[in-house]
């Protein structure tokens, strides 16, 4: 069958052995991408024979080889240059890199859950031009909580620690404290207190768990939530 990936290099010779009809990135799927700050990319991809050119919002550099590697597969499904154009232009992903308004600041959530997305994360705002602001952080307790904390201390300027409240996986925070010692650490026994204790700033950032973005992000919207457990 037909593939697209953005798989590291040494993982291609395995797809290769098995005869994928393989497109990879940086190979046949090549790349040029502008950053427009706040409002994402645009983005030029050249594939075999046809280059597409569209813009998409996702933030981040990772933002901009996903929506590559979707627009490439939309391409060899046979979708028009026109409907991906307006695809990618469309396109929305709560809890990823998404800025919500909160008491006249902004608040980013990112469900960053692992070093690799914790290190992406911290590079995409580093390329928007952002050194340090307070962080909401929490995680479920089987993850790897000291690789992701060592990638978002250099970003903190404080620290409000918290936990998903449905989530039985979600570590208790005064665990979470000794990875963030030397920075300014609040406790909040829920994800409501924690954006109590956040004072009117221009950017403040929400991550660590997709749990605790589920239960943020209605509160950020003056929604109601789901107010059901997950397990999973």
Sequence with gaps: RPAVTGVAADLLSVLAARGADLWALDREVRLQARSLGW??????????????????????AHG??????????????????????????????????????WRGGRVLL????????????VEALRGLGVEQLPIIFGA???KDIAEVAAALRPLASEVILTRAVLSP???????????FAGLPVQLASTPADALERLLPTGLALVCGSLYLIG??????????????????
């Excluded at 901009?64 to 939309?74: D, K, S």
Aim: charged share 25%; proline share 8%; aromatic share 4%.
């Design 39 to 60: 409002d994402g990319w645009d983005v030029r991809v050249e594939v075999p024979q046809a280059a597409l050119a569209f813009r998409t919002p996702l933030l981040g």
């Design 64 to 101: 901009a080889r996903n929506t590559a590697l979707a627009a490439a597969a939309a391409h060899r499904l046979g979708l028009a240059e026109q409907a991906i154009r307006e695809g990618t232009r469309k396109v929305h992903w709560p809890g990823r890199l998404e800025v919500l308004p």
């Design 110 to 121: 990112d469900g960053a859950h692992n070093p690799d997305g914790a290190r992406a994360l």
């Design 140 to 142: 479920a307790a089987d």
């Design 169 to 179: 996986r979600a570590a208790d925070p005064t665990t979470l404290a000794p990875y």
């Design 215 to 232: 239960e943020l992000r209605p509160l950020l919207l003056g929604e109601v939530g789901e107010g059901r457990e997950r397990w999973q």
